[in-house]
């Protein structure tokens, strides 16, 4: 069963799940896949290329898949790919990717707030939450469990690492590390996201060795390549430790300060 309202345009040849409500004046072009016991509200378009999971909610007048913002795409065909209980609050643009990675991708159980705009080829993980009007230029890449605060524009290329906060209104110009709260202009570490991490269950031991690994990164008189190597030498290697080593060595713009 599906309720689509019938001023809806909806392209016979979408693909669309049972259970699904599409709102008034809605447009669903070809070449979209829609998951079953989605919610799509009115006046939202979802252009060819898209496919939304399972569960899904989409508010009125988000616009999902349509062409990238970027003069060098040249009409190649490429996608946007939105995971399984994720919500999409009202007027929140998401572009597809361009031939550079064929794909833009927001993953399972995030919540992309109003005005939120995703552009081409960003890579957005699971349970990521996107407050009101981040603005993100293409390539950017948001992992596990981070939060963006309100009016945040993210540079191309950013990367933020895993269980990271960012606070509003403050612009995001070079990598944010995982585990930590970023604020303050220019943007910079302001400690670890304790709060975050004890909601998600991290033991005080794992917190004590992330803020340990963190005091010779932002709180010592080494450089970060000195730090990475006292720690690589002196700190206990667990999960976290090793997902701080990584982030910080295959970093390309830097890490904030």
Do not use: W
């Not at 604020?183 to 302001?190: D, I, K, N, S, V």
């Amino acid at each position: 069963m599906r309720n689509i309202d019938p001023t809806a345009i909806v392209k016979k040849e979408a693909e669309i799940g049972d259970n699904v409500s599409i709102g008034p004046f809605s447009i669903i072009e070809k070449n979209v896949i829609i998951g079953e016991n989605t919610k799509i509200g009115s006046g939202v378009v979802i252009s060819s290329g898209t496919s939304i999971g399972k569960g899904c909610n989409i508010f009125h007048g988000a616009v999902l898949g349509t062409i990238p913002q970027d003069l060098k795409f040249t009409g190649e065909e490429t996608i946007l790919r939105i995971g399984d209980n994720t919500t999409i609050r009202e007027y929140a643009t998401i572009n597809r990717g361009t031939k550079y990675s064929g794909k833009t991708v927001v993953g399972k159980n995030c919540l992309v707030m109003a005005y939120v705009h995703i552009a081409h080829d960003c890579v957005i993980k699971d349970n990521v939450i996107l407050a009101n009007a981040v603005n993100m230029a293409g390539h950017v890449e948001i992992d596990d469990f981070a939060i963006v605060g309100g009016i945040v524009p993210i540079h191309q290329f950013v990367k933020i690492g895993k269980h990271s906060f960012i606070g509003g209104g403050y612009r995001v110009p070079k990598d944010v590390p995982p585990y930590i709260l970023a604020a303050e202009e220019p943007l910079t570490y302001c400690g670890l996201n304790i709060v975050g991490l004890k909601r998600r269950g991290f033991s005080r031991e794992a917190i004590e060795i992330i803020k340990k690994v963190y005091k010779f990164i932002y709180r010592s008189s080494l450089n970060v390549s000195q730090a990475l190597e006292i720690i690589e030498k002196e700190i206990e290697k667990t999960k976290e430790v090793n997902e701080i080593v990584r982030f910080i060595k295959s970093s390309k713009r830097g890490i904030i300060k």
